[in-house]
């Protein structure tokens, strides 16, 4: 079954280039384009999309309001946010992931590299680009009034489950969590999952935040 992929960017020839690029994909569909935020929501709903590929600044409602919507909303809680920057350290896509969204991805991406991203986000099993994410969070988390959001408390995980936690925070993909603990990697996805239920966690994304606003982990200085 084809990932099914919205695209959401103000501007016509963004979208054209990336339904081009996605369609070179046997296993990925493009099933519709929103020029703003208001539409994308509409369609991300109409057109049961699994991934959204949202760009931040479109007029009316932007890509920011726009993924919000779309991550509370329980009847849409099988789609991913990928959000599109031209900037890969960008304050609006640090407040998109504390949003919902799964992950980011520059304009300038490469076929292959769109492609994985999107199947990666789709399945939900692991950051894009763990180590710009990590460097992302890093830097907003340990800049001025970057807070905001309670810490949880992280005593409802087990010690296996923070353990996990704190890695998958650090950037590493399941394989290498994996490897480091000596488990399988679907132990390594099982943990993550549990961990995300009891913290509230809608994916990854989320449960990367969460460690570093909770403390588990520190922001280097950048």
């Not at 339904?19 to 099933?31: F, G, K, M, S, Y």
């Not at 539409?39 to 699994?50: C, F, P």
């Amino acid at each position: 079954m084809s990932v099914r992929v919205l695209l959401a960017d103000d501007q016509a020839l963004v979208r054209t280039g990336f339904r081009v690029l996605i369609d070179t994909a046997p296993d990925l569909e493009v099933v519709g384009e929103a020029a703003d935020g208001e539409e994308a929501v509409r369609l991300a709903r109409e057109t049961a999309a699994d991934v959204v590929l949202m760009d931040i600044r479109m007029p009316g409602t932007d890509g920011l309001a726009a993924t919000r919507q779309i991550t509370a909303d329980q009847d849409m809680a099988g789609v991913r946010v990928l959000v599109l920057t031209t900037f890969e350290i960008d304050e609006y896509v640090f407040a998109a992931l504390r949003a919902g969204a799964s992950g980011f991805l520059g304009k300038s991406v490469e076929a292959h590299e769109l492609h994985e991203a999107i199947r990666v986000v789709a399945r939900g099993e692991a950051l894009l680009s763990p180590a710009a994410v990590k460097g992302l969070i890093s830097r907003f988390l340990a800049s001025p009034g970057a807070g905001g959001h309670p810490p949880k408390d992280l005593a409802v995980l087990t010690e296996r489950e923070l353990e996990v936690m704190t890695l998958v925070a650090t950037g590493l993909t399941n394989e290498e969590i994996a490897g480091r603990l000596g488990i399988s990697r679907m132990t390594v996805k099982t943990h993550a999952n549990r961990a995300m239920l009891k913290l509230g966690a809608h994916d990854r994304a989320q449960l990367v935040i969460i460690a570093y606003e909770s403390g588990l982990v520190r922001p280097r200085t950048l």
